[in-house]
């Protein structure tokens, strides 16, 4: 599926190839919660690097962070203009690159089910709204976006 996306003041565009673009992995680690989570989480999805592209790329701005006093591969790209989170990429995985859903302009399939993850690190002011078929971790699944789409019958 081809995903669009864009920061909040059109600086930054870019589209990208996914086999994976249903939104169910809520991540409510600190990182993700202060950096991208509006609710309390973040929502990554999973595309292909090599087909990554994009637009303004001078605005782009790389926030790698500090996870037990050590600074992670990571590099969390965002909008140096209006700060709207835009994508992780990971270069121990450099096929992948994670978007995330807040910043698709595509419209994305709705999930049957959702993964709520680092629940752990949650903050006390989170509630946690999940469904029956919903499932929750503590830290993270051993399923995989690609797992949990193929699980799903859900690639695209």
């Known amino acids: 599926m081809l995903l669009k996306g864009s920061c909040h003041c059109r600086a930054v565009k870019f589209r990208l190839q996914s086999q994976h ?12 919660r202060k950096t991208a989570g509006g609710g309390g989480y973040a929502i990554n999805l999973s595309g292909d690097y090599e087909t990554l592209e994009i637009e303004g790329e001078e605005h782009l ?8 006093g050590l600074q992670s591969p990571g590099q969390r790209n965002f909008c140096g203009e209006c700060g709207s989170a835009l994508w992780l990429w990971d270069p121990r995985w450099p096929e992948l690159v994670h978007p995330f859903a807040s910043a698709i302009d595509t419209p994305l399939p709705t999930p049957p089910e959702r993964t709520h993850l ?16 919903d499932q929750r971790f503590d830290e993270y699944p051993e399923e995989s976006i690609a797992d949990w789409h193929q699980r799903l019958d859900l690639e695209k």
């Open 21 to 32: 673009p249903y939104p169910f992995n809520l991540c409510y680690c600190s990182i993700c």
């Open 61 to 68: 701005r790389i926030y790698r962070a500090i996870s037990d």
């Open 118 to 133: 680092m629940l752990g690190s949650r903050a006390a002011w989170v509630r946690v709204c999940d469904a029956p078929r």
